[in-house]
C-alpha cells in the first residue's frame, strides 16, 4: 500500500537549508518513493492513503547513546521510537533481548553513527517533530511505530 506522509515541512536532512513547505513523503512498503509538495505528490499518487502531520518530517535518527531504562527490551526500544529514532548503536545493545526486540519493529542496530537522509529508493525511516522538538510520530521501515497521542 502507498501512503502520502505529510507536514507542514518537510526536510530531506534535519540540516537542510531549504525545506518543502507544504511537503511530503510518498511511501511503498518499506522503501521511499517519492518525496515533494502535497500537490505534486497527490497528483502523482492519487490512490495513496494519506496522513497528514502537523510538524516538521525528516528523517529518523540515529539514537547514540545508552538506550532510555525500562522494565522489558521492548519498552526500551518503544522509548527509542518515542524519541523519533529508527536506529540505535550496536555498542549499546547488547543487554539481552534488546537486538531481538529491534529486529521486531524494524529498528536498525548500527555499527556507528552516520547521517540520515530522505532519499527516493531508500529505507522509509521518518519522523515528525512538533514546533516544541517533540516527537509527533515514527516510521520505520514505512511502518507508523510511535504515534504521540
Do not use: N, Q
Request: glycine content about 12%; some cysteine.
Amino acid at each position: 500500500m502507498e501512503t502520502l506522509h505529510v507536514a507542514d515541512e518537510v526536510r530531506r536532512t534535519w540540516d537542510a537549508v531549504e525545506p518543502i513547505k507544504g511537503g511530503g513523503v510518498m511511501v511503498a512498503g518499506d522503501r521511499i518513493g517519492a518525496v515533494g509538495t502535497f500537490d505534486e505528490l497527490r497528483e502523482r499518487f492519487p490512490g495513496a492513503r494519506v496522513r497528514k502531520w502537523a510538524g516538521v518530517l525528516g528523517p529518523a535518527r540515529v539514537h547514540e547513546g545508552p538506550l532510555p531504562d525500562a522494565p522489558t527490551p521492548r519498552e526500551r526500544i518503544h522509548a527509542v521510537l518515542k524519541l523519533g529514532a529508527a536506529a540505535v548503536l550496536a555498542e549499546y545493545a547488547t543487554a539481552p533481548g534488546l537486538r531481538a526486540a529491534a529486529a521486531r519493529v524494524g529498528v536498525l542496530v548500527l555499527p556507528a553513527a552516520g547521517s540520515t537522509a530522505i532519499a527516493e529508493a531508500g529505507r522509509a525511516d521518518l519522523a515528525v517533530f512538533d514546533a516544541d522538538g517533540r516527537c509527533v510520530a515514527t516510521v520505520c521501515a514505512g511502518r507508523l511505530v510511535h504515534r504521540r497521542a
